[in-house]
Each structure stands twice: as structure tokens, then as C-alpha cells.
DNA sequence: ACCTGAACACCGTTCAAGT
DNA sequence: ACCTGAACACCGTTCAAGT
């Protein structure tokens, strides 16, 4: 069963992996149900057996994507070293991921996250913003971060790392190498966490 | 000529207008060249005679995103007041034009700013970061801001306040108003920058 | 359980034709 | 110069029918 092997449960998983491709190479807009049944040599009403319709398959993509994208973190977080350096390292794991699957963090924060929206989807994207915040709880305790809200701190680091990796998809960082500028926000950042109030 | 008058020179700027108001309640997916001909009245075939194609009306909102973004930042950089005021005045700027035209912004992002895509947009896409590099060269002179190139210092503070944006856009600040959390980022953007490397 | 083929309503785009 | 109407190829979605 090597060729025609979509037809035997995992048609499912091979359409996602297409329209990840898919929209790497030709964006949101060029992701369709009838192209990725095509590409994976199925019938155009085949996709429907799997995904109610095309915001689902898009919906599965976000939440593949936040998966990963906190199992990175996480992994960066709960590594050996200083709690400065795991600092550092969770913002570059998330510029990294950011680089490697642009188009998908693109469709990451299209969706709104709002209440209504899909609680696993809302979970995934708050646990980015938790991982952070228990990190930055424990440097409080070792002082190397002002004291106050760890949850707010976290999203104002956050939104520094996320806001690099937005600049540096979107080909606004023009000559500078990204991980010069990851350096450079990170030492900013922690800097300015450092100050006290 | 009240009612009729979109037939008389000014379809362009109803279809622009109508075509952001279609984008902030459907997104832009919901958005269609039939549909807005639809809403204004014309035949399904009118829109071409002043937009190429669908993409050349997205691309004609980002230019206005990125025009109305400029002369808010560019309005803030030069009020009165000290230099430390005025760059926290950039930032609120920013993030105030983000709540309000969010789908917007989320279209200029969505885009590359590379090379190849429309030197018109490239440009005014840098005008934005240029006009924080030059505020911020002024704060070195007054020695509120280390040392260091202001291209790459702007593009942290950039990189913190459009994170800030995209945080509040998608519904992942929570419970916290989005005026403290932008307080708190720039507060500790400019720790950040005041201290030495 | 999983897939097919036909059907329907929609869309982008083009083009000859009208005023 | 500006708009219309028809045409074509595409799409999402549904549904009876097949295996």
C-alpha cells in the first residue's frame, strides 16, 4: 500500500501536512479544499470527511503550530543554566520557530482569541504567554527582574519577542541579521525587566 | 446627483472605503470584488476599471494603513515636550492605531516588505521605523538612550510596541487594559534603552 | 467508515459592447 | 472615460450513492 496509502486512514494527517506547504508557498489565500484533494489525488468532496470545512483545516494548522511552539519554549525554559540565559533562550526559540513557519505564526495571530473562539485554540495561545511568566517568577525570586505582576511582565516580553519575529518575517529588518537583532532586543528587554520601577 | 454619484469619478474611494469596512467585520477572507460592487451598486464588473485585480485593493488599503500610520507617529515625534515624552507618545500612537483599524494593520504585516513588492509600500513601511530612529537619535543626544546604532535601536522599540498591538488586537492580554499593558511595555522599553550595554 | 460524482451558489477575471 | 452583461474557470459545501 505505498502509493495510493491515502485512502487508508491517514488522509487526514496527509492533508495538513499538504496545506502547511501550501501555505508556506502561496499564502492563505492560495490554500484551498479542492487543491489540497488534487495535490493528494482524492476526490474534491474528500477533504470533507475529515474537515467540516476550510476554516477547520486552517483551525488544526493554528493549533499544530502553537503546539510547537510551546514545546519549544518550554524546552528552552526548563534547560540548564542561569535563569538569565533560559531567558534569552526561550525568546530566541520563539524567533526561531517564527523564521521556520512565518506563514503559519502569520494564521497563528489572525485568529482573535477571544472567548468564543475555540477553548483549546485560547488554552494553547495562553500557555506561550504562562511559560513565560513562571520563568520570569523565578527570576524575581533570584532578583534579576523588578518585582510586580510576573503575567504582566510576561506579556510585555512577550510582545517584544513576538514584534521581532513580526519585523523579521515581514522583511523589515532589512540588512541586519535577525539574530543580531534577537541579541539586541533580548538585552534591551532584560535590561528594562531588570530596572526597577 | 446624491444617491447615483459613484458612477461619477469617486467609485475608487467608495470602493476603498466600503472595502475596509467589509475588512474589519468579515476579514479578508469575507472580502469580494463582487461583493463590494454588490454593496455600491455597480455591476460585478466596474471595480476592475480602477483596481487591476483583488490583490490591488489590499494593497491600496495597506498604503493607507501605513500613510494614516506615519502622520500619527510622525505627529507624536514632533509635539512639544521632552524627548522621553515624546517617545512614549510614538508608542501610544502606534498602538491606538492599531485597536482601531486592527484588521488593517494585520493586512500591512500580512505582506512582505521585500525588494519585489511595490517600492511605494517598502518605502512607507520604513518611513515608519525611520521616524523612531531619528527620534531616538535625539534622545542619545540628550543621553536618555545609550550609545549605538538608532536603525537598530529603533527596531526593538518598533519590534515591543507592534508585539504590544498584535498581543491586544488578539484578545491575549485578557483582563488587563490594554492602556496599562502599553504603560508597562513602555516603561520598560525605555529602562531598556537608557541603560548601558 | 470512507470516498465519489453531481449539483448549487459563489467568486475573480476578461472582453466585446454600450453610453 | 466609464460601466454593463456574458462567459469561463475556479472554489466551498452538501448530499445521495457507492464500496
Given at each position: 500500500?505505498?502509493?495510493g496509502?491515502?485512502h487508508?486512514?491517514?488522509?487526514?494527517?496527509?492533508?495538513?501536512?499538504?496545506?502547511?506547504?501550501v501555505?508556506?508557498?502561496?499564502?492563505?489565500?492560495?490554500?484551498?479544499?479542492?487543491?489540497l484533494?488534487?495535490?493528494?489525488?482524492?476526490?474534491?468532496a474528500a477533504p470533507a470527511?475529515?474537515f467540516?470545512?476550510?476554516?477547520?483545516?486552517?483551525?488544526?494548522l493554528v493549533?499544530?503550530?502553537?503546539t510547537d511552539?510551546?514545546?519549544?519554549?518550554r524546552?528552552?525554559?526548563?534547560?540548564?543554566?542561569?535563569?538569565?540565559?533560559?531567558?534569552a533562550?526561550?525568546g530566541r526559540?520563539?524567533v526561531?520557530?517564527a523564521?521556520?513557519?512565518a506563514?503559519?505564526?502569520?494564521?497563528?495571530f489572525?485568529a482573535k482569541?477571544?472567548e468564543?473562539?475555540g477553548?483549546?485554540?485560547?488554552?494553547?495561545?495562553?500557555?506561550?504567554?504562562e511559560?513565560a511568566?513562571?520563568l520570569?517568577?523565578?527570576?524575581?525570586?533570584g532578583?534579576?527582574?523588578?518585582?510586580g505582576?510576573?503575567?504582566?511582565?510576561a506579556?510585555?516580553?512577550f510582545?517584544t519577542?513576538h514584534?521581532?519575529?513580526?519585523?523579521?518575517v515581514g522583511?523589515?529588518?532589512?540588512?541586519?541579521?535577525?539574530?543580531?537583532a534577537?541579541?539586541?532586543?533580548?538585552?534591551?528587554l532584560?535590561?528594562?525587566?531588570?530596572?526597577?520601577?
Amino acid at each position: 500500500m505505498a502509493e495510493g496509502s491515502y485512502h487508508h486512514g491517514n488522509l487526514r494527517a496527509a492533508l495538513l501536512e499538504r496545506a502547511e506547504t501550501v501555505l508556506a508557498e502561496s499564502g492563505v489565500a492560495g490554500l484551498s479544499l479542492r487543491g489540497l484533494a488534487r495535490d493528494l489525488g482524492v476526490s474534491h468532496a474528500a477533504p470533507a470527511r475529515h474537515f467540516r470545512d476550510r476554516q477547520a483545516v486552517l483551525d488544526a494548522l493554528v493549533v499544530s503550530g502553537f503546539t510547537d511552539l510551546n514545546r519549544r519554549m518550554r524546552a528552552a525554559a526548563e534547560g540548564p543554566g542561569p535563569v538569565q540565559r533560559r531567558m534569552a533562550d526561550v525568546g530566541r526559540a520563539y524567533v526561531g520557530f517564527a523564521i521556520e513557519r512565518a506563514a503559519l505564526l502569520g494564521l497563528m495571530f489572525t485568529a482573535k482569541h477571544e472567548e468564543g473562539s475555540g477553548e483549546e485554540l485560547r488554552q494553547l495561545a495562553h500557555t506561550s504567554l504562562e511559560i513565560a511568566a513562571r520563568l520570569l517568577a523565578e527570576a524575581q525570586r533570584g532578583g534579576a527582574v523588578r518585582p510586580g505582576d510576573p503575567t504582566r511582565l510576561a506579556q510585555v516580553a512577550f510582545s517584544t519577542v513576538h514584534g521581532l519575529a513580526a519585523l523579521a518575517v515581514g522583511g523589515l529588518l532589512d540588512d541586519t541579521p535577525v539574530d543580531d537583532a534577537t541579541d539586541l532586543a533580548l538585552e534591551v528587554l532584560l535590561a528594562g525587566l531588570r530596572a526597577p520601577r
